[in-house]
């Protein structure tokens, strides 16, 4: 229950998944827990709409069922190099397509279920006190978690800066009709694993690191989009569908809808999780793979540990104890991805790299673990990609 004085345990800016993670963790706990967002629910969201089992996997660990109700999976990747190379194989777990209008009103659902308190209301400003945060318009709370975005107004409360241009992607997201037939089987690794419905990425060398999408949801629609970063140049909405449509080749003439572009803020600049009693998550923390630009995972994530150290320890010693916890889990994988998103500058690495993951079961998945999940780089697949570099010279 909210005290006497009407101030909430726990406080939450921003009702997508790192928001609704962290409201999931912290009612689960009985500690009275205000959800907040400027929008209702159901909305739309610009994103992949990519689901990979890793998210859903911490989702199931604080007790929420039903998110993928409705949706079908997929078993299958394809991706393409910038110069031409081709791995595609079954995923190791299954993913999903579900547009973000459903999968985060289903998360702030199973919150408020859990005894969280979800009201519309946009933050404009934030107060921290000594024994409290401000949120405007009489509501406070103990802790507050920023997990308002890429323009999150508790990041700027903080006076952390942006990403800058080389750390930050743009990305444009439409849907498009889907009536390609599966694909049927054909030999090698290349196989009665990869028939039927299938993830695509096709990635380009020019303004690399930068590749296009397309994700089949299984309602006669598919998820395509495209994205760079933006230290590459101008950057319209013209500019990136015709890259879009240059990399799928088969979108041009498609009748497109939900055309909608928006920010990723990648991981390689992260300012500090935890500042006494804020603490920021998912894209609030520029926690966005620089591989895949893939965010769900690290959302709801980021946005478990952080609602469970706003209610223990809580207070002021709530920051402390989520960097630690956000560290131990997240640290040394953000290191590998950091280190690849170096490498895949390059655009013969990413081609070496999809030609030793063409041959090697070992080098698919871990690729698909660093890029959907929290997988490492092995001495075994360098060594991997190498040789496929080697040989190819």
Sequence with gaps: MVDAGGVYDVAIVGAGPAGSAA?????RTGAAVLLLDRDTFPRDKACGDGIAQQGLDVLAGLGVTGLTDGFAPIRSLRLTGPGGAHAAGRLPEPAYV????VFDARLVAAAVRAGATFRQHTVRGIAVRAD????????AARVVIGADGANSTVRRTLGLPRNPPDRLAVAIRAY?????????????QDSPDVAGPEQRIVMTGRRSPAYAWSFPIGDGRRNVGYGELVSGGPLSRAHLLERMHDLLGDTAAAELSGARAHHLPLSTWRPRPGHGRLLLAGDALSLINP??????FYAVLSGALAGRAAVSPGGPAAGHAYTVALRRRLARHLRHTGVIARLTAQPWVVDA????AARHRHVFDGFVGLGLGDGLLTTHMLTSVAAAALRRT
């Excluded at 579900?98 to 209008?101: N, T």
């Excluded at 409290?132 to 509501?139: M, T």
């Excluded at 591989?291 to 769900?296: A, L, M, N, R």
């Design 23 to 27: 409201a999931l963790a912290a009612a």
């Design 98 to 101: 579900i547009p973000r209008a």
């Design 132 to 139: 409290g945060v401000d949120l405007g318009d009489g509501l």
């Design 176 to 188: 498009a009709p889907d009536a390609l037939p599966p694909r049927p089987a054909s030999s090698g």
């Design 291 to 296: 591989f895949t630009g893939e965010g769900i």
């Design 353 to 356: 790299g999809l030609r030793a």
